[in-house]
């Protein structure tokens, strides 16, 4: 089992930063893909970022590409969002996934996650 907790939202002004933790507990957090997702008011859950295992491979969705970065410690068994240049269109609460998928399966699954946190707000106004 893992558990994971988001925080690090929060309210900011469009152009400004923001940078998402998600603290994971229980064994085995480095051999977890691990990923962002965001769920905007009225609309489904999309997908923002994921990081293999070791944290050489990343991926991020078009929409935030250049300006979200995915990282992760291992030995603090965290990965971060850092989000800059924030749009108003980012305005969601944002989710923590772990995947016991490897990297190369779940780079085209990316729905298959085995685990989520509880989410963290982000509102950006403009």
């Known amino acids: 089992q893992v558990q994971l907790v988001e925080s690090g939202g929060g309210l900011v002004q469009a152009g400004g930063s923001l940078r998402l933790s998600c603290a994971a507990s229980g064994r085995a957090f480095s051999s977890y893909t691990m990923a962002w997702f965001r769920q905007a008011p009225g609309k489904e859950r999309e997908f923002v970022a994921a990081?293999?295992?070791?944290?050489?491979?990343?991926d991020t969705a078009d929409s935030v590409k250049g300006r979200f970065t995915i990282s992760r410690d291992n030995l603090k068994n965290t990965v971060y969002l850092q989000m800059n240049n924030l749009k108003p269109e980012d305005t969601a609460v944002y989710y923590c996934?772990?995947?016991?998928?490897?990297?190369?399966?779940?780079?085209?699954?990316?729905?298959?996650?085995?685990?989520w946190g509880q989410g963290t707000q982000v509102t950006v106004s403009s």
């Open positions: 990081i293999s295992w070791s944290g050489v491979s990343t």
């Open positions: 996934a772990a995947s016991k998928k490897t990297w190369s399966y779940y780079q085209s699954h990316t729905s298959e996650n085995d685990y």
